[in-house]
């Protein structure tokens, strides 16, 4: 079964507007963490940010903010301000810390930031 | 810090040959991680290790693959015989178990394997 659901393969977004990539997951582990990374046309995976799922706060990294709403289990990363440089795949994962930190990504959504 | 090591970062080889992906975790890191990507079927995970102890294989494909972690500092993904299938970029990540970063995966710039 898939854990881990990002339901947008693609998105075409024009420069300057907000962003929100949905991601979706499945866990009965109440102890567990989300990431986002980001892997532009070059290849490297680059980590955007991390939410834990006893933190209170969503979490903030400058441009990107992870909306965190536990009870339906999402963590849609929001990308405010889109420039250019955020054409890129994005990919959701999670982290299960009470099987053995066990780490899974989403299939990614493709960004196209238009001029 | 390097960050994480892989080699080669390209291979190209025939089918039945057998291929072997190397990779450096950072100092420091207990936990690495072997990803695939492929188009079809996005980031799988292989197999991972935690304290050089291999967690959960169930990702490898099959028999023709195997991982080992002999030490801290270097891990080997083998293919044997190698299939045009297998035709992907490895990725090879590592993490701390605790403390600051523990919840980090470092990437490698991953090895692209075309298997012909």
């Known amino acids: 079964a898939q854990k881990i659901t990002q339901t947008q393969p693609g998105m075409f977004v024009q420069e300057k507007e907000a962003v929100t990539l949905d991601c979706t997951y499945d866990?009965?582990?109440?102890?567990?963490?989300l990431f986002w990374y980001k892997q532009p046309s070059s290849g490297e995976m680059i980590f955007l940010i991390y939410q834990g799922s006893y933190d209170q706060q969503n979490a903030t990294e400058g441009r990107y903010s992870l909306n965190f709403q536990k009870a339906r289990k999402s963590a849609n990363l929001v990308i405010s301000a889109s420039q250019l440089g955020d054409s890129a795949m994005y990919f959701c994962?999670?982290?299960?810390?009470?099987?053995?930190?066990?780490?899974?990504f989403g299939k990614g959504t493709r960004l196209h930031i238009l001029p | 810090d390097a960050g994480v090591i892989q080699s080669p970062r390209h291979e190209v080889t025939e089918m039945g040959q057998e291929v072997t992906l190397r990779c450096k975790p950072i100092?420091?890191?207990?936990?690495l991680f072997w990803y695939r990507q492929t188009m079809m079927r996005g980031l799988e995970l292989l197999i991972y290790f935690n304290n050089n102890v291999p967690i959960d294989d169930s990702g490898m494909p099959e028999d023709r693959f195997s991982a080992k972690m002999p030490n801290a500092s270097f891990s080997t993904l083998k293919i044997q015989p190698s299939e045009p299938r297998d035709s992907a970029v490895y990725f090879c990540?590592?993490?701390?178990?605790?403390?600051?970063?523990?919840?980090?995966?470092?990437f490698g710039a991953g090895s692209r394997l075309t298997v012909l």
């Open positions: 994962a999670m982290r299960e810390v009470n099987r053995d930190d066990k780490i899974i």
């Open positions: 866990t009965s582990d109440p102890s567990y963490g």
């Open positions: 990540a590592s993490s701390p178990l605790s403390g600051s970063g523990a919840n980090v995966l470092t």
């Open positions: 100092s420091g890191h207990n936990s």
